[in-house]
């Protein structure tokens, strides 16, 4: 206690020292009893299992948390209101309810997560509506990108609950999630670079096929190669009609039903030869 107490002091003067944007009352432990809001989620029973006295239970403006070790946390939390006020400069959004943050250490736990849910064994974070879920090995390097790719998630959700095709989700989760990661960590004097295994030529999806797409590929590179080229069309597509545009933008897929040569055309006055252009600009960027 006394511990946490004396740490929270020094988190704050620095703080204070290089003019973070979330001031450090933002950020408070508090016990089960004291939370602001105790109705948690089927999968968030499951994983507290009525054991919350053994968890350590925060607030900060926009979360909740619910962590198996309390270390990660004040650090976890100046980073998702970072995130979250950067989100909200980009689409801005009305967050009613908290979102709800639990940091898992025990891999056997984090596995039935998983498997519950359907999602691959090996990822370490995970978005389901208005929860986010993260595994904090200590045995693993840092995990740098996986909290502000899943907020990047949550955001979407809080917007269009789970409307947006996959690829327009991954991608802006994947090319933001990385644009955060690498800005909050630089102005931190951490360099992040990215290593990106080289996909063989065979696995890249024709177009219309990625653009269709309403689930995962299967095979471990299938789906790399899915998560690559959904981030590039997307990095491609905010530069080409600028980044404030992209609520309108998606509100015009919605509208058509997501067809994107339709919308780039009657929307945005494009023409054949600019659609061509966007695939060859795409294609630049994966090579
Ligand atoms: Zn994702």
Known sequence: ?????????VGCAIGLWIGM???CEAYQE?????????TLSRMGRALLRGQTRHWTHAESPHFIYHAAVPDPLPGLAREAEWVVAELARRVPA???????IYVLTDRRAWQRLMQVSGRRPEGIA???KNEIFLLRDPDQPPAYVDLPHELVHWWLWGL?????????????AEYWGWQLAQTYHRQRQRHLYRDRPTISPTLWLPWDELLARTTYPAEVEANRA???QSEALMATLLERVGQAELHNWIRHMQAADWQLEQVMHDSYGWNEADMIR????????LK
């Open 126 to 128: 995970l978005q389901i």
């Open 278 to 285: 966007l695939w060859q600009q795409v294609e630049k960027r």
């Open 94 to 100: 009305d967050v009613d309810a908290p979102g709800r």
């Open 160 to 172: 269009y609950e789970g409307t947006l095709p996959l690829w327009i989700e991954e991608g802006l």
């Open 21 to 23: 944007a979330v001031p």
């Open 1 to 9: 206690m006394l511990r946490n107490a004396c740490m929270r002091i």
């Open 30 to 38: 508090r016990a089960w009893r004291e939370l602001s809001d105790r």
């Open 226 to 228: 899915f998560y690559r």
